[in-house]
C-alpha cells in the first residue's frame, strides 16, 4: 500500500487554486481603478478652473498609478507585459509611465534548483554533461523565462540559456480570458475601440511563447532574412545552437550589450554629454537601425518581431543595435502586408483619400458621425500607425475626448494587425524615451513602394521620389 503523500496533494490544490484566486485579485483591483476614475470625472466636472484641474488629475493618475504598479507587480506573469504596453511615454499619463517604467525587467526569478529539474528534463542530459560552465544566477527574469550565462563544452564562445518558469502557461492563459472580458466591459461603455480582437490576438500571440522551438526557427528565418536582404544587418540577431532547443529550453549566442534603458546613464558614465552632438548622432543610427529592420520585416517579408520593448533591445559597440526575444513573431498575409504599404504611403504623404481606401482594404471598420469624416481617418490613421508626435506634444492620449478615437469609433480591427499596432506604438515609446522624433511611416514609404512593385501593384513610372533623402529630414526635436 503506497503511502499519501500529503505534500503532494497540498501542491496540486495549491496549483488549482491559484488562478481563481488570481482572477479574484484582477477583478478587485481593476475594478477599483475604473471605479476610481469614473467617480473622479464627475467631481472634476464641477470645477471650472483648467489649473485646479490639471493639479486634480495629476494627483488622480498618481494614485491609480500606484494601483497599476502594484496590480501588475503582485500578479506578475502577463502582468508585466500589460506594465509594458501601458507603460510608454507615448500612451499613459506620465505618472503612469514613471511607475510602470521600473517593472520591466522585475520579474521574480524561478530557484535554480527548479531550473535545474527542467533543463535536465527537456535536453535528457545533466547539466554537467551539456556545460562546461553554467552561472547559477540569472542574467535576467521576465514574465515567461529566465536566461542565464554559460559555455557549452567543446566551445569557446559564451551561451544564453533561457528556460522557462514551470507552470507559468496555465496561470498566464487565465490572466488573459479574464482581461477579454474587460475589453469587452470598456468596448461596450467608455472606449469606442475593438479591444476584443486585440485581446484575442494577445491570447494567441502569448500562447506561442511558449513553444521555444517555434521561437528558435523565428530566429533563424528572421536572422537570415535581414542578413540576406542587406550588405549589413541593421540588427544584430542572435545565432541558435539548434541541439540545444526543446520546448522549454533554447540555447543561443550571448551578445554583450547594454539595455536600451540604460544608454543614457552610459553616455554620462563615459563623460559624453547625453543632449551633444555625438548622444544625438548616436541616438539617431540606434532608432534608425531598429526602424529599417522593422519596415523590412514588416512590408518586405510579412514576417516579423513583435515585441520591440525595451527588454528586448541592447545597445552593442559602435551603436550597434541587438534585437533579442523572437517569442512573439507575427506573419502578415500579403493581402495585409501589401494593404499597410498602402496605408504607410497615405500617411507619408497626407493622402487622406488613400488611408481611407486602405482602411477599406485592410478590414478596418469605422463609424463616424462628424463633418471632415476623411481627415480625422488620416488623424486617426497616423495616431495608430504611425511614431511621429505633432510638435510639443509628448503624449497622445488616445482615448481624449478630442481624440480622433473619440470621434471616428474604431467598430472591426483585424485581429492579425494588432502586432503591427503594438510595434509602432513601442517604437514611439522608444523615440520618445530617447528625446528623437521622427515619422515611421516617412522612413518606410520607399519599402512600402518597393513592396507594391514587386507585387505588381505599383508601376515603375508611378513610383514616387523618395522625399527624404538624408536621416535627419526624418527626426526632429520638434
Not at 499613459?92 to 533543463?119: E, G, H, M, N, Y
Not at 514616387?464 to 536621416?471: A, D, H
Request: hydrophobic residues 40%; glycine residues 6%; proline residues 5%.
Amino acid at each position: 500500500m503506497h503511502a499519501i503523500d500529503f505534500k503532494e496533494i497540498q501542491e496540486k490544490l495549491s496549483d488549482s487554486f491559484r488562478p481563481w484566486q488570481r482572477s479574484f485579485q484582477f477583478w478587485a483591483r481593476a475594478s477599483d481603478i475604473y471605479t476610481g476614475y469614473k467617480v473622479f470625472q464627475l467631481r472634476v466636472s464641477f470645477v471650472k478652473d483648467v489649473k485646479k484641474q490639471e493639479e486634480m488629475w495629476e494627483t488622480q493618475h498618481e494614485l491609480a498609478a500606484h494601483k497599476v504598479y502594484n496590480m501588475c507587480s503582485d500578479l506578475g506573469g502577463f502582468f508585466l507585459k500589460v506594465a509594458q504596453i501601458l507603460g510608454k511615454p507615448d500612451l499613459a499619463p506620465a505618472a503612469w509611465v514613471r511607475k510602470l517604467v521600473t517593472l520591466c525587467d522585475q520579474a521574480p526569478a524561478t530557484p535554480f534548483d527548479s531550473i535545474r529539474l527542467v533543463l535536465e528534463k527537456e535536453l535528457g542530459k545533466s547539466i554537467d554533461e551539456v556545460f562546461e560552465t553554467f552561472d547559477d544566477k540569472p542574467l535576467g527574469s521576465a514574465s515567461i523565462a529566465q536566461v542565464h550565462r554559460a559555455r557549452v563544452k567543446g566551445d569557446k564562445r559564451d551561451v544564453v540559456v533561457k528556460v522557462q518558469h514551470p507552470g507559468v502557461e496555465k496561470l498566464m492563459m487565465a490572466d488573459i480570458r479574464n482581461l477579454q472580458i474587460f475589453a469587452l466591459y470598456m468596448q461596450k461603455t467608455d472606449i469606442k475601440f475593438d479591444l476584443f480582437s486585440i485581446t484575442k490576438e494577445m491570447e494567441k500571440q502569448i500562447g506561442y511563447e511558449f513553444d521555444f522551438k517555434r521561437e528558435a526557427n523565428a530566429m533563424e528565418k528572421i536572422r537570415r532574412f535581414l542578413y540576406d536582404n542587406n550588405r549589413k544587418s541593421p540588427v544584430l540577431v542572435p545565432r541558435v545552437l539548434p541541439h540545444l532547443v526543446s520546448r522549454r529550453v533554447l540555447v543561443m549566442d550571448y551578445i554583450n550589450g547594454i539595455p536600451i534603458l540604460r544608454l543614457g546613464d552610459e553616455m554620462a558614465k563615459r563623460g559624453i554629454n547625453p543632449r551633444g552632438k555625438v548622444a544625438e548622432a548616436a541616438k539617431l543610427n540606434i532608432l534608425s537601425s531598429l526602424s529599417k529592420a522593422y519596415g523590412q520585416m514588416i512590408l518586405k517579408s510579412g514576417f516579423f518581431h513583435a515585441d520591440p520593448h525595451p527588454g528586448n533591445i541592447l545597445i552593442c559597440k559602435g551603436s550597434e543595435v541587438a534585437l533579442l526575444d523572437y517569442g512573439q513573431v507575427k506573419e502578415l498575409p500579403d493581402k495585409l502586408r501589401l494593404g499597410y504599404a498602402n496605408l504607410v504611403i497615405a500617411i507619408a504623404d497626407n493622402n487622406a483619400s488613400l488611408a481611407s481606401q486602405s482602411f477599406r482594404e485592410l478590414g478596418i471598420v469605422t463609424f463616424s458621425k462628424c463633418e471632415n469624416e476623411q481627415p480625422e481617418l488620416l488623424q486617426l490613421a497616423k495616431t495608430m500607425f504611425d511614431t511621429k508626435m505633432p510638435p510639443g506634444v509628448t503624449v497622445l492620449q488616445p482615448f481624449s475626448e478630442d481624440s480622433s478615437i473619440k470621434k471616428i469609433s474604431v467598430e472591426g480591427f483585424p485581429e492579425e494587425l494588432f502586432s503591427v499596432l503594438r510595434t509602432v506604438i513601442l517604437l514611439r515609446g522608444l523615440s520618445v524615451g530617447i528625446g528623437l522624433n521622427y515619422s515611421c511611416a516617412q522612413q518606410w514609404k520607399p519599402i512600402a513602394e518597393e513592396a507594391l512593385l514587386a507585387s505588381g501593384r505599383l508601376s515603375p513610372g508611378r513610383k514616387q521620389k523618395r522625399r527624404f533623402s538624408s536621416l535627419r529630414r526624418l527626426f526632429s526635436r520638434d
